[in-house]
T-cell receptor, first 118, second 117 residues
Framework: ETGVTQTPRHLVMGMTNKKSLKCEQHLGHNAMYWYKQSAKKPLELMFVYNFKEQTENNSVPSRFSPECPNSSHLFLHLHTLQPEDSALYLC?????????????????FGEGSRLTVL | AQKITQTQPGMFVQEKEAVTLDCTYDTSDQSYGLFWYKQPSSGEMIFLIYQGSYDEQNATEGRYSLNFQKARKSANLVISASQLGDSAMYFCAMREGGRAAGNKLTFGGGTRVLVKP
């Protein structure tokens, strides 16, 4: 199994739909992240979970709702999205050091879920 | 102000030649980390190389090396002996702060590299 797996890889939804993106990491890491990658914009950090606790919500609209039931799984629940929310959503994980410090540092990413909102 | 700036939106490089991708950063923290990632068309972000702000030597990983100039706040990536498989988007990223920062990364806008045979 690859380190970080995201499903679905592609998703098309209407503005009134409710859907969820799933991320699973098989690396034994203790931190997980959601990033948004829109065309012609840098990656934007959305949410951070350290030891299953949300530590960052980067001013993300409430139509995006994250859930982290355990250190290996991360969800992004989507409802009443807008066309401008169409993007590649990337999940990542990392290993924090003691007391939540940087640890090894690098993020390990999944292949992303490409979302199209009609 | 942008924290990570990549001024080259796209570059062509001849196969087997070296290429340098520019990255400048802006931070007032003394402790920070700099990363380079590769994103092929599949979408996955692949970690390439890391440089810590206190590392005195430039980082190297195989064909990748990081030209770290702290006073100029630049962290350029050098890819030696380019291969066709190196064609991808390349992103520079920074982690600011010390222990409390966790591993949040801020990314630049990326540079698209196309290797010509």
């Amino acid at each position: 199994e690859t380190g970080v797996t995201q499903t679905p890889r592609h998703l098309v939804m209407g503005m009134t739909n409710k859907k969820s993106l799933k991320c699973e990491q098989h690396l034994g890491h203790n931190a997980m992240y959601w990033y948004k990658q829109s065309a012609k914009k840098p990656l934007e950090l959305m949410f951070v979970y350290n030891f299953k606790e949300q530590t960052e919500n980067n001013s993300v609209p409430s139509r995006f709702s994250p859930e982290c039931p355990n250190s290996s799984h991360l969800f992004l629940h989507l409802h009443t999205l807008q066309p401008e929310d169409s993007a590649l959503y990337l999940c990542a994980s990392s290993q924090l050091g003691l007391a939540g410090g940087p640890g090894t540092g690098e993020l390990f990413f999944g292949e992303g879920s490409r979302l199209t909102v009609l | 102000a942008q924290k990570i700036t990549q001024t080259q939106p796209g570059m062509f490089v001849q196969e087997k030649e070296a290429v340098t991708l520019d990255c400048t950063y802006d931070t007032s923290d003394q402790s920070y980390g700099l990363f380079w990632y590769k994103q092929p068309s599949s979408g996955e972000m692949i970690f390439l190389i890391y440089q810590g702000s206190y590392d005195e030597q430039n980082a190297t990983e195989g064909r990748y090396s990081l030209n770290f100039q702290k006073a100029r706040k630049s962290a350029n990536l050098v890819i030696s002996a380019s291969q066709l498989g190196d064609s991808a988007m390349y992103f520079c990223a920074m982690r600011e702060g010390g222990r409390a920062a966790g591993n949040k990364l801020t990314f630049g806008g990326g540079t698209r590299v196309l290797v010509k045979p």
